[in-house]
């Protein structure tokens, strides 16, 4: 059987992407931070983008944010070809973004932080004030329809381990309505049982049918829960695969840069033998 490569697409199933990004490009200056770049996203998938540090992951993140707009290619939202004006913008089309650094007020609440620009109020004129009882409430039930048996969500947010504030962060999204989920590197400060921990709510996220863009750098992740691979090399396309076209084993070795690893191994290889070390 034929080892997959880097062409090896995506299938057309035949359903319209919640979010498609076609031979997408930006440029800052003279410097080509992406090239060529096209991704699909739909209702109930995930969709992994994988590369090291300098691939371009971050840059895709911005344009699908709304933080940047796309010097060429196109940017569909739900078939429609767009150009987000800003963060809020790519907000009020159902594309919700949690950053690594998660944005977050550590000594706030856990409800105070979910509800946290959006709060709910009570009351007219002066008499007006957040509805703190509607908050605790409704925080604790839509974490609890996550699957995130918190202890208490009056603690604050920053007594929460890195994965707890990672799977708040993601039943907040789905609680405001977010039709497209991107997650920036949401695994890679964590720990074996906190990461896997993390996976399962994302995995919970897609079952709810939100699209997921999930941006890492270790393939075994994303293997455990992708269905698209997209592969980012130096702003470029490096692969494209579904889950059935593609092996973790491939997919890891096309993140490594297999050819060139093995490239590089031969040069350090050292023969053993009289006359190869100094002489004393």
Request: one cysteine or more; a negative charge.
């Amino acid at each position: 059987m034929t080892a997959p490569t880097a062409q090896d697409g995506p299938q057309d199933t035949g359903r319209q992407a919640l979010v498609e990004l076609d031979d997408v490009a930006k440029y800052y200056g003279n410097i080509k931070a992406l090239e060529g770049v096209s991704l699909e996203v739909h209702a109930g998938e995930i969709s992994c983008v994988l590369g090291d540090n300098g691939a371009g992951k971050s840059t895709l993140i911005k344009i699908i944010a709304g933080l940047h707009r796309h010097d060429a290619g196109r940017f569909l939202i739900d078939g429609e070809e767009t150009t987000l004006a800003n963060p809020r913008d790519a907000l009020d089309r159902g594309i919700a973004t949690v950053y690594q650094d998660l944005a977050v007020v550590p000594l706030m609440p856990v409800w105070r932080n979910f509800f946290l620009g959006s709060e709910p109020t009570t009351g007219a004129g002066p008499f007006k004030r957040l509805d703190v009882k509607l908050m605790r409430e409704t925080t604790r039930s839509a974490l609890l329809r996550m699957g995130i048996d918190l202890r208490d969500v009056d603690q604050p947010i920053g007594t929460l381990s890195g994965g707890e504030r990672q799977c708040v962060a993601i039943a907040r999204a789905v609680h405001f309505g977010a039709k497209v989920l991107v997650l920036d590197e949401p695994t890679a400060a964590l720990g074996v049982k906190q990461s896997g921990v993390v996976l399962k709510y994302i995995a919970a996220a897609r079952d709810a049918g939100l699209g997921v863009v999930l941006i890492t750098h270790n393939p075994h992740h994303a293997y455990l829960v992708g269905d698209r691979f997209v592969l980012l090399k130096r702003g470029a396309m490096a692969g494209s695969h579904t889950k059935d076209g593609v092996t973790l084993d491939e997919l890891t070795r096309q993140m490594a840069g297999g050819s060139e690893l093995e490239e590089l191994s031969h040069e350090l290889e050292r023969t053993s033998g009289p006359g190869t070390g100094d002489s004393l």
